[in-house]
């Protein structure tokens, strides 16, 4: 039905004429606004479990119900025709987890409204007025990363309802480079290449599995398939759809199997990986790639933006930024992996912002689905909530068998890590989390040869994990040792030459560690050998890509 639920009219007889009760809105233009119907009318994400629910509810015998799951708002919307240049009042009620209610495609100003976990129903209202063209907006409500359920009832969107003609007409381009990868016993995680669309904006797109019904992905383009069986074979195809309703046709179909459960994925799959600042706009990845033939790196790093629990690239750029995407998966098409990190020397960190373990985990989802990968570096120069972070890390590693590593801090060359990141190490153990452990072989003190000094860290450092895990052996213990310098001249003044490199390789090779990074690609030039630190050069003379070669030279 197209009219909200209908409070009881009180009429009065008098003289034979009836008296009704004046309406407090304009005609209710949402369909099934009080989800009587069930989701009639209304298209919720695939892992929101959406339903219509008896209890609680605002009005009416029903309400809707929906939970988040990872890196899903649980979002429901429903596209609604209207009249352009006209004036509109939407509003629901709502409680639960942190929820949004919002309207998209006015072709003015888009906008919503929130509330932050209400016990009783709430009304949230926003009002808006459409531009000289539009003829259909989408209005929504979802709630955030990491809350549980959350209830709406009672949608009115309040003004003159339009001519039902769409102003497009046209769907969007057909998604391209459609992979399934990254199995789990219960999970097939999906990527693809943005579609365009002529009114500029994909709206959704969505995903159909095994020639079924499709399900929505939202706008990024990744989804994780969940609920699956282990060791089985499953379709996959994805359409694009835009903010008038018009879709692609489907992208050909390719297929995924998940684990066996038996064989999870060893720590230690990617052994070299440098690091790259990648809110630089170079070294590229397929650049870097193409001039040394490394094809694995880890990109830094992914903090909290400006609205909290929600990753961006430096705190700054888009998680899902095309530059970057596009850059991450034309590496992962010529066989690359990179690994995402977190944390490092600048805020502000996931692990802070993010008020829950849950809602980190669901940060964490968030980002390993978008850039396509299971891999993950929490680089800690900061105190964080260790059980918090554990908590979510050991979560995560359990549903999708991630790869961790722990960056941490270097006290001195007799010592390793210190104190605080040894306490870090000793909660995940207890934890059963497993994590490669990642000493920063720079800036600490020292005397001697830099060389040696971050060789006698690295043993320092093996030293602290074995009272750790006192059952693991030596060689168990050094696959999950990793060394990550710092090339050219350090921050505190220590320089780390070509000669330093070469000793602490051929100590990593002798003792067969898990991993070799550095810091950083778009520091591996001659560009400034004058002996300055710089985010862009090594301070010392040197040939383009050199330390990346030596490096290279790492067999494991």
Request: glycine letters at 12%; proline letters at 6%.
């Amino acid at each position: 039905m197209r009219f909200r639920k209908l409070a009881a009219v009180t009429a009065l007889a008098l003289g034979g004429t009836v008296l009704a009760a004046s309406p407090a809105h304009a005609a209710n233009i949402a369909v099934n606004p009080g989800f009587e119907d069930g989701l009639t009318g209304w298209t919720c994400s695939a892992s929101a479990g959406a339903s219509a629910v008896s209890s609680p509810v605002h009005g009416g015998s029903k309400a809707l119900q929906a939970t988040p799951a990872g890196s899903d708002t649980a979002r429901c919307q429903q596209t609604v025709s209207v009249k352009p240049n006209s004036s509109y009042s939407l509003s629901a009620w709502v409680r639960g987890g942190y929820v949004f209610l919002g309207v998209s495609g006015t072709g003015t100003t888009d906008t919503s409204t929130w509330t932050s976990s209400p016990s009783a129903y709430t009304q949230l209202t926003r009002t808006f007025t459409t531009g000289p063209s539009t003829k259909t907006v989408t209005v929504y409500v979802n709630s955030w990363y990491g809350q549980g359920a959350y209830q709406a009832d009672d949608v009115v969107l309040d003004g003159p309802p339009g001519d039902g003609t769409p102003t497009d007409t046209t769907p969007p381009t057909v998604p391209a480079n459609l992979t399934a990868g990254n199995p789990t016993t219960t999970s097939l995680t999906l990527t693809w290449s943005a579609s365009t669309d002529d009114s500029g904006t994909v709206a959704r797109y969505e995903v159909s599995r095994d020639n079924g019904a499709a399900v929505s992905a939202g706008a990024a383009t990744s989804y994780t398939a969940t609920g699956l069986t282990k060791n089985t074979t499953y379709g996959f195809r994805v359409r694009a759809c835009d903010g008038s309703g018009n879709c692609s046709a489907y992208s050909p179909s390719v297929s995924g199997r998940t684990s066996d459960g038996d064989t999870p994925p060893p720590p230690g799959e990617i052994h070299y990986a440098p690091y790259i600042d990648i809110t630089m706009p170079t070294p590229s990845l397929v650049g870097a790639a193409a001039a040394t033939g490394v094809k694995n790196y880890t990109l830094a790093f992914a903090l909290g933006d400006s609205s909290g629990c929600n990753p961006a690239w430096g705190g700054t750029i888009p998680i899902n930024e095309p530059r970057i995407i596009n850059d991450v998966k034309a590496l992962q098409a010529q066989g690359g992996q990179v690994i995402v990190a977190t944390g490092g020397a600048m805020g502000p960190y996931l692990e802070h912002v993010c008020g829950t373990s849950a809602a980190l985990l669901g940060a964490y989802k968030k980002v390993l689905d978008t850039v396509g990968t299971n891999h993950l570096d929490v680089d800690v120069e900061a105190s964080i909530d260790v059980n918090k972070v554990n908590t979510a890390l050991k979560q995560l590693q359990a549903e999708r068998g991630t790869t961790v590593s722990y960056t941490l801090r270097v006290q001195g060359q007799d010592y390793g890590v210190d104190p605080f990141s040894l306490s870090i190490l000793q909660d995940a153990a207890a934890k059963g989390l497993n994590v490669i452990v990642n000493p920063m072989l720079m800036n600490f003190g020292y005397t001697g040869n830099w060389g040696d000094a971050m060789i006698n860290a690295a043993q320092a450092t093996l030293g602290q994990m074995r009272t750790v895990w006192p059952s693991k052996t030596d060689a168990q213990l050094k696959k999950l040792l990793g060394l990550t310098p710092m090339i050219g001249k350090n921050d505190t003044g220590m320089t780390t030459t070509q000669a330093d490199a070469r000793k602490l390789l051929a100590w990593a090779n002798a003792n067969h560690v898990g991993f070799i990074g550095f810091w950083s690609s778009g520091r591996d030039n001659g560009g400034c050998p004058d002996g300055r630190v710089s985010p862009t050069c090594s301070g010392v003379a040197q040939s383009a890509w050199e330390f990346t070669n030596i490096f290279k030279g790492f067999t494991g």
